[in-house]
Nanobody, 124 residues
């Protein structure tokens, strides 16, 4: 069983930056593909970014590509997403998720473990 705890959300002005963190329990963190998703009110949960267990492979949704960087520190069992040039449409609850696999997927239902989410609000 893996437990995930996100942190780092908050209120930021348009054009600002935030770094979200996700701390994981367990000894096999490096075997998990990790992803970030977000869900705005009234909308479905959508893929943001993912990173392989080693950190060598990353993948981004078009909506955040060029503005976000996903990374991980396996020694600290933590995955991050740095988000820059934030826009009001980035406002959502952000979730990290884990999947014990070497295969990248962007479908939320294919991830095994989820955190509780952290709110990001982009507003003047």
């Amino acid at each position: 069983q893996v437990q995930l705890v996100e942190s780092g959300g908050g209120l930021v002005q348009p054009g600002g930056s935030l770094r979200l963190s996700c701390a994981a329990s367990g000894r096999t963190f490096s075997r998990y593909y990790m992803g970030w998703f977000r869900q705005a009110p009234g909308k479905e949960r959508e893929f943001v970014a993912a990173i392989s267990g080693s950190g060598a492979s990353t993948y981004y949704a078009d909506s955040v590509k060029g503005r976000s960087t996903i990374s991980r520190d396996n020694a600290k069992n933590t995955v991050y997403v740095q988000m820059n040039s934030l826009k009001p449409e980035d406002t959502a609850v952000y979730y990290c998720a884990g999947r014990r696999s070497t295969v990248l997927v962007t479908t939320p239902t294919l991830y095994d473990y989820w955190g509780q989410g952290t709110q990001v609000t982009v507003s003047p």
